[in-house]
T-cell receptor, first 115, second 116 residues
Framework: GAGVSQSPRYKVAKRGQDVALRCDPI?????LFWYQQALGQGPEFLTY????????KSGLPSDRFFAERPEGSVSTLKIQRTQQEDSAVYLC?????????????FGQGTRLTVV | AQTVTQSQPEMSVQEAETVTLSCTYD???????LFWYKQPPSRQMILVIR??????QNATENRFSVNFQKAAKSFSLKISDSQLGDTAMYFC?????????????FGKGMKLTVNP
């Protein structure tokens, strides 16, 4: 595709429900990042993949958060037993190794509201 | 751990004026990259400008330029001839790659409003 695609754009979940957020990176991009962005705040790092390997998951706030990228392309961020504090915009970014002179391209995010 | 600090939460400027957004960062690494991203209300994060730490020359991109002070760990963004379309949240970001892994860390952002 032309850019990073995230779906759904909006998700309303009842507290305790499980959700899955999808990220389709730009084809061929090696690196994939997930961020959580609260209203009026900067993106907070959640996790990083290099191809299918999850090299850094230090930002995942609890064991209710799980991310995967099984074939090194599409990634899914799963949140189990959602809580109100999980309400935020979840951003996905992909790049072909920023250190080689490229940039990280972002999707439009998924706005999750837990009620 | 790397940290990025944007101390001005909000600024406003008149159209056609010049405005400077400040950013400081903390790292022990010598090789890294710095970015300014713009996020309009549509939420799409857009790259404004990038700076490689090993380059002494400040990056410029049309109306956007940076003042990179490596020793002071300061990375400010200057927007010249401000336009209404520049109204957005602006984020300073730090990037490094070590041991085959990458890290991209953002500041809390600054809301810029350009007034007609």
């Amino acid at each position: 595709g032309a850019g990073v695609s995230q779906s759904p754009r909006y998700k309303v979940a009842k507290r305790g429900q499980d959700v899955a957020l999808r990220c389709d990176p730009i084809s061929g991009h090696v690196s994939l990042f997930w961020y959580q962005q609260a209203l009026g705040q900067g993106p907070e790092f959640l996790t990083y993949f290099q191809n299918e390997a999850q090299l850094d998951k230090s930002g995942l706030p609890s064991d209710r958060f799980f991310a995967e990228r099984p074939e090194g392309s599409v990634s899914t961020l799963k949140i189990q037993r959602t809580q109100q504090e999980d309400s935020a915009v979840y951003l996905c970014a992909s790049s072909f190794m920023i250190s080689r002179g490229t940039e990280a391209f972002f999707g439009q995010g998924t706005r999750l509201t837990v009620v | 751990a790397q940290t990025v600090t944007q101390s001005q939460p909000e600024m406003s400027v008149q159209e056609a004026e010049t405005v400077t957004l400040s950013c400081t960062y903390d790292t022990s690494e010598s090789n890294y990259y710095l970015f300014w991203y713009k996020q309009p209300p549509s939420r799409q994060m857009i790259l404004v400008i990038r700076q490689e730490a090993y380059k002494q020359q400040n990056a410029t991109e049309n109306r956007f330029s940076v003042n990179f002070q490596k020793a002071a760990k300061s990375f400010s963004l200057k927007i010249s001839d401000s336009q209404l379309g520049d109204t957005a949240m602006y984020f300073c970001a730090f990037y490094s790659a070590q041991g085959g892994s990458e890290k991209l860390v953002f500041g809390k952002g600054m809301k810029l409003t350009v007034n007609p």
